[in-house]
């Protein structure tokens, strides 16, 4: 089955302690972005990535490290969480850049940083 | 002021109601998308649109490049249709990669 793959899909943590969200697709596509959702603010891109080894900022990238060592994973690294991280994080691919074509999203994170 | 508004930010029709959820933006595009977040929180691409109008089943967007304006209809309207449209839009100076989101459309329809 085609899909994008998020985990984990709920964590907890605390502030300072580094974290990992993985994101996974089967479906050879190119492009991959990591977005946030927050109430009132709707949902904000962090990073993208076009490539292997080809990454760039979305609008709120500050916190955030991402990596593209694989066509199909592209991992969000939270080096030091902090409270206004929390969130409700998810991770999307396509074909070829958003401008071309539609994007197939992962099922979301909830992140809580205490 | 945001560059991408909703509205209306929330609707709620009774079942069979033809629905218009529109979007604005203030900044020239390469291509719009619709997204539908169910009440679970999953999201959907519904349509991606340059130019003009697409249809899928009871769902039909349409786009007006002059007016900076666009539109996702729903005919029929089903309770199973309530859920959150999101709009985005992509600026041609991204390079075609970035996406900036409406607030959403809360649609509650009614049996």
């Known amino acids: 089955e085609a899909q994008v793959t998020q985990n984990p899909r709920y964590l907890i943590t605390v502030t300072g302690k580094k974290l990992t969200v993985t994101c996974s697709q089967n479906m050879n596509h190119e492009y991959m972005s990591w977005y946030r959702q927050d109430p009132g603010l709707g949902l904000r891109q962090i990073y993208y990535?076009?490539?292997?080894?080809?990454?760039d900022k979305g609008d709120v990238p500050e916190g955030y490290k991402v990596s593209r060592k694989e066509k199909r994973n592209f991992p969000l690294i939270l080096e030091s969480p902090s409270p206004n991280q929390t969130s409700l994080y998810f991770c999307?691919?396509?074909?070829?850049?958003?401008?071309?074509?539609?994007?197939?999203f992962g099922p979301g994170t909830r992140l809580t940083v205490l | 002021k945001n560059e991408v508004e909703q509205s209306p930010q929330n609707l709620t029709a009774q079942e069979g109601e033809f629905i218009t959820i529109n979007c604005s933006y203030s900044?020239?595009?390469?291509?719009l998308h619709w997204l539908q977040q169910h009440p679970g929180g999953g999201i959907v691409s519904l349509f991606m649109?340059?130019?003009g109008k697409k249809k899928h089943g009871r769902l039909i967007a349409t786009i007006n490049i002059q007016e900076k304006h666009s539109s996702l209809h729903i005919t029929a309207s089903h309770p199973r249709d309530s859920a959150v449209y999101i709009c985005?839009?992509?600026?041609?100076?991204?390079?075609?990669?970035?996406?900036?989101f409406g607030e959403g459309t809360q649609l509650t329809v009614n049996p």
């Open positions: 990535s076009m490539n292997v080894e080809a990454t």
């Open positions: 900044v020239g595009i390469s291509a």
């Open positions: 999307a691919s396509s074909p070829d850049r958003p401008s071309y074509n539609e994007q197939f």
């Open positions: 649109l340059s130019s």
């Open positions: 985005a839009v992509i600026k041609p100076e991204t390079s075609g990669s970035r996406l900036t």
